[in-house]
C-alpha cells in the first residue's frame, strides 16, 4: 500500500462547507477501516468518522447530519463532505487506514498497525 494524503482544508465561514480528499492507494479494497478524524487547538485527537470495506459508514455525534463520509474506488479516494461548518470544527484533520479487525470498523477506533496521512487543516471563522 502506499502513503495516504490528504488535501482540501482551508478557510470557511460558519455555516460554509469544505471538502477533504485523502488518497489512499491500495486501503480503498481490502479489508480496511477508513477513517477521518481531527484534532482542534488544545484538545484530544477526535474521531470523526469511518467507512467500512462494504461502504458502511458512522459518525461521531457532534458532526452527524453534517459531515458525509465517502469514496470512489476508481480514484483510490475518501472524502469528507463537511456542511455547515462552525468553529469548534476548527482543527488539523487526518486519514488513517486501519486493518478490520472487528465485526464493525468503529469512529475513532484504531486498532492498528494504522497508517496516516500527514493531515490538513480546516479554520472555521464565525
Known amino acids: 500500500q502506499g502513503r495516504l494524503m490528504e488535501s482540501g482544508g482551508g478557510s470557511a465561514q460558519s455555516g460554509g462547507s469544505l471538502r477533504l480528499s485523502c488518497v489512499a492507494p491500495g486501503y480503498i479494497v481490502g479489508s480496511y477501516c477508513l477513517h477521518w478524524l481531527r484534532q482542534g487547538p488544545g484538545k484530544a485527537r477526535e474521531g470523526v468518522a469511518v467507512?467500512?470495506?462494504?461502504?458502511?459508514?458512522a459518525y461521531a455525534n457532534s458532526v452527524e447530519g453534517r459531515f458525509t463520509i465517502f469514496r470512489d474506488v476508481d480514484k483510490s479516494t475518501v472524502f469528507l463532505q463537511m456542511n455547515g461548518l462552525n468553529t469548534e470544527d476548527t482543527a488539523t484533520y487526518l486519514c488513517?487506514?486501519?486493518?478490520?479487525?472487528?465485526?464493525?470498523?468503529?469512529?475513532?477506533?484504531?486498532?492498528?498497525?494504522?497508517?496516516w496521512g500527514q493531515g490538513t487543516q480546516v479554520i472555521v471563522s464565525a
Open positions: 488513517a487506514a486501519d486493518p478490520k479487525w472487528a465485526e464493525r470498523c468503529q469512529v475513532g477506533v484504531l486498532s492498528g498497525p494504522t497508517s
Open positions: 467507512i467500512e470495506p462494504d461502504g458502511t459508514t
